[in-house]
């Protein structure tokens, strides 16, 4: 799927720490940083997919799509948060 496409269907997760998306995000996604993702994959599985996870470089969300993709929870790796917030932005103003 699209990158851009999915972004629209799907649920932005950003994996960075609760004070890195403090500092700056995505518009409307759901922060669940790293560490905690695997303790919160049932609450993930409820949400729109696919899943495009983001971080700072693209190094945390690879880790994140590696398990969600593992156990199957259709899952997208969008890389630095900033790229897939340009994307929305752009999609946004269609």
Known sequence: MELI???KEGTVIDVRSRLEFAAGS??????????ELAG???YIRTLNTPIIV?????????MAQELMNSIGIDC???????EVNY???MEIEK
């Open 5 to 7: 496409k999915a972004i």
């Open 26 to 35: 995505v518009v409307d996604a759901v922060n669940v940083p790293l560490p």
């Open 40 to 42: 919160r994959l049932e």
């Open 54 to 62: 983001c971080c700072a470089s693209g190094s945390r969300s690879g």
């Open 76 to 82: 997208i790796n969008g890389g630095s948060w900033l």
């Open 87 to 89: 994307m929305k932005a």
